[in-house]
């Protein structure tokens, strides 16, 4: 069975400081999704990472995957208040995305 | 946005009455999905079609149902719904394997009582 870990679940953070999301799967993949999702929306797009040594930047938020290890970061860089809302990753198993928990991130400014 | 449209947005119904929910694309794509998402499980699917008629299903089938006659339109029924049932429900449309991975529509609220 594929299994998604996020960690952490909750992060509170200082607005300026540095932090990473690891998302974690238990199988082979090398389609890896990461989420953004807003109290009471939709889901939005953030990065999508189809290959090994994948890294893909916007703005604040840089992700990666290593498919060998089974293991996609989410860092961000110098946190802002707009960038509070949930987080998810999803590894692509034969069309079907299997999700992690979610991570809820707070940024106080 | 990519042309996906849930509706309804909101609905609260009664246990043991039947309930569709419908999904409608403009983007002519074959893969189209219906996730449920309860707290602290992230999104689970329920079932998916690749194409008219085609459909399978997903980790959390048992009570649904799904109909894809025309492949701008991919229902959701639920037979006889539950209070286990009140989620809320995307419908999600791609396929992976390019740059645009996957689009998902607002949501429908659903409420079982």
């Known amino acids: 069975e594929l299994k998604v870990e996020q960690n952490p679940l909750f992060l509170s953070m200082q607005e300026g400081k540095n932090y990473t999301i690891y998302c974690n799967y238990s199988t082979t993949s090398d389609r890896l999704y990461w989420y953004r999702q807003d109290p009471g929306k939709s889901l939005e797009s953030l990065f999508v990472?189809?290959?090994n040594g994948a890294v893909k930047q916007e703005g604040r938020l840089m992700a990666s995957l290593d498919t060998k290890a089974r293991l996609s970061t989410l860092h961000i860089t110098a946190a802002v208040h707009d960038l509070s809302a949930t987080y998810f990753c999803?590894?692509?198993?034969?069309?079907?995305?299997?999700w992690g928990a979610g991570t809820k991130l707070i940024i106080k400014p | 946005d990519a042309g996906i449209t849930q509706s309804p947005r909101h609905k609260v119904t009664e246990t043991g009455t039947p309930v569709t929910l419908r999904c409608h694309q403009t983007?002519?794509?074959?893969?189209m999905y219906w996730y449920r998402q309860d707290p602290g499980h992230g999104l689970r699917l329920i079932h998916y079609s690749y194409g008219v008629k085609d459909t399978d299903k997903g980790e959390v089938s048992d009570g649904y149902s799904v109909s894809r006659s025309k492949t701008e339109d991919f229902l959701l029924t639920l037979e006889s719904a539950t209070s286990s049932q009140t989620s809320v429900y995307f419908c999600?449309?791609?396929?992976?394997?390019?740059?645009?991975?996957?689009?998902f529509g607002s949501g429908t609220r659903l409420t079982v009582v």
């Open positions: 983007e002519n794509h074959r893969y």
């Open positions: 999803a590894v692509d198993s034969n069309y079907q995305l299997i």
């Open positions: 999600a449309i791609g396929s992976g394997g390019d740059n645009y991975g996957y689009t």
């Open positions: 990472l189809l290959s």
